[in-house]
């Protein structure tokens, strides 16, 4: 089976969320959030050609950089900044000048030289001492200026005009504001008396500029903390409202949680790390999340899988409980919406009925936890992903447990994974009651039929002592989990 389905998350309920964001009165310096893969470039991207009459952008991916050392980090920075600037034509390249313009610039810094050649060629004694009369001038104008710098000029004024001006013009200096960096800064600044020059005096229509740095979180520590702190000490040494190379805003684009993980591993578990990272946003954090979206893409991927193996009748139940699982993954930053979309066709597996064993009354697709298993298959490709999310599940428990009605799922998904492994080997049949042993915990349960229609009937499990015996957590129901499942492969793979 392969029936095309729209895998692409829509970002579009997010826009004015962010555009809101945007907008606020003072917000210089926005922190975008948002998990690995789920989808902040494309977002961004997006956003920004939709209000492309608004913003003119500047992309900067450092993770292009990782073979820099770390002192020629902003170097590249301001290499693609330059490039941008100039791609946008915003500097003029080969700008004519009018004759006499030239003729002025020239005549004002060679004018008292040509003069003095001019007269000393003029024959005449009244010429001539004219001329050495200039000439002496000249000189004792030059004495003088050269005098007065002298007895001007403190000492250690001058020391510390020196100093500062090496280190603004130190490659890797924190504090660095060399010719390039200047030129980017007027160019930028410029840019908008031009616009007022031109008549677009209306504030709205003026473009604001605005530097994007993406992937922050994916690039070599040492990096990320050069990157921050070169913009931290501009913050630091300029006015509130002004960002490095005069932006209208900045916008750095990492996971948060991977930056403070980060911060710890570098600086210690002790160090304070929202103090440090307060200086990189000017409101608050903007969190992006798509779990929402997320969730009607796997609704739509479910109900063409249902549809194909006759399970329509309870294709609201194989949402609730996939989705479920796939919000314990995402609590947990072991799946992404990269993940989700990476399909193009619902019912690439093959959704194959068979029977569970010799010993066995009922067919695979009779049961939940069997296409439970299947739709996470397809998703994520292959069976050692799988073992490899509910083992995280098992370490990340206590994460999970924030999620809403973790009672009711874990009951339902342990359940009737014990129903699966008594169903390999045991004829089921309805309203009989069955026991199954896992670990020290012994569950006695009772299977229920749930008609289906004209289609197969469906078994699940009800519990009759499993409240008593406190079984249902997410530990013992993820390891059950990981048993069905092995199992499952197994007689799949045969």
């Known amino acids: 089976m392969e029936e095309s389905i729209n895998l692409k998350i829509p970002t579009e309920s997010n826009h004015s969320e962010f555009l809101t964001h945007l907008q606020f009165d003072d917000n210089y310096r926005i922190l975008f959030s948002g998990i690995f893969g789920s989808g902040k470039t494309t977002f961004l991207k997006e956003f920004f050609e939709k209000y492309k009459e608004s913003y003119e952008v500047f992309y900067l991916y450092p993770v292009n950089y990782q073979v820099a050392s770390n002192a020629d980090i902003f170097e590249y920075i301001k290499y693609d900044l330059l490039f941008h600037i100039i791609d946008r034509g915003w500097i003029p390249v080969g700008e004519e000048f009018s004759k006499s313009l030239a003729l002025q610039f020239y005549l004002l810094k060679k004018g008292p030289s040509f003069l003095l050649n001019m007269l000393k060629s003029v024959p005449g004694n009244y010429i001539s001492k004219g001329a050495e009369s200039i000439e002496k001038l000249s000189k004792f104008i030059k004495a003088f200026s050269t005098h007065y710098d002298e007895i001007d000029k403190n000492p250690d004024l001058a020391k510390i005009e020196t100093f500062l001006s090496e280190m603004n013009n130190k490659p890797g200096s924190i504090y660095e504001l060399d010719s390039i960096s200047q030129i980017i800064y007027n160019t930028i600044s ?249 670990g020290e915990i012994t569950m006695t349960c009772q299977i229920k039929l749930t008609p289906a229609g004209n289609t197969r009937p469906f078994y699940t499990a009800d519990n009759i002592q499993g409240k008593e015996l406190n079984i249902f957590n997410i530990k013992t129901t993820f390891k059950i989990l990981i048993e069905a499942f092995t199992n499952y492969m197994k007689i799949k793979d045969n």
Do not use: W
């Not at 960002?243 to 209208?248: G, L």
């Open 190 to 438: 410029n840019k908008e008396e031009k616009e007022k020059q031109s008549g677009n005096e209306n504030e709205n229509k003026q473009k604001q500029n605005v530097l994007v740095i993406d992937d922050l979180d994916r690039i070599d520590p040492e990096h990320i903390f050069r990157i921050l702190n070169v913009f931290s000490a501009h913050f630091d040494i300029a006015k509130e409202d002004k960002n490095k190379f005069n932006f209208d805003k900045i916008i750095l684009v990492c996971d948060i949680q991977n930056i403070r993980n980060i911060f710890h591993h570098r600086y210690g578990s002790s160090v304070d790390f929202s103090g440090y990272a307060d200086k990189f946003y000017s409101k608050k954090i903007f969190t992006f999340d798509l779990s929402n979206e997320i969730e009607k893409v796997i609704d739509s991927h479910i109900a063409i899988i249902a549809k194909y193996i006759n399970a329509d009748s309870y294709k609201n139940m194989l949402k609730s409980y996939v989705s479920y699982l796939i919000h314990c993954f995402i609590a947990l930053r072991i799946c992404t919406p990269r993940d989700i979309t990476k399909f193009k066709y619902a019912g690439n597996t093959n959704y194959k009925e068979f029977s569970l064993s010799s010993n066995s009354n009922v067919k695979n697709y009779e049961l939940l936890i069997p296409i439970i298993f299947d739709i996470l298959s397809e998703i994520f490709g292959n069976k050692y992903k799988i073992h490899e999310l509910f083992n995280h599940c098992i370490d990340g428990s206590n994460e999970i447990e924030k999620i809403g009605n973790k009672e009711f799922y874990t009951k339902v998904l342990t359940l009737n994974s014990a129903l699966f492994l008594y169903a390999i080997n045991n004829p089921i049949s309805y309203d009989e009651q069955f026991k199954h042993e896992f």
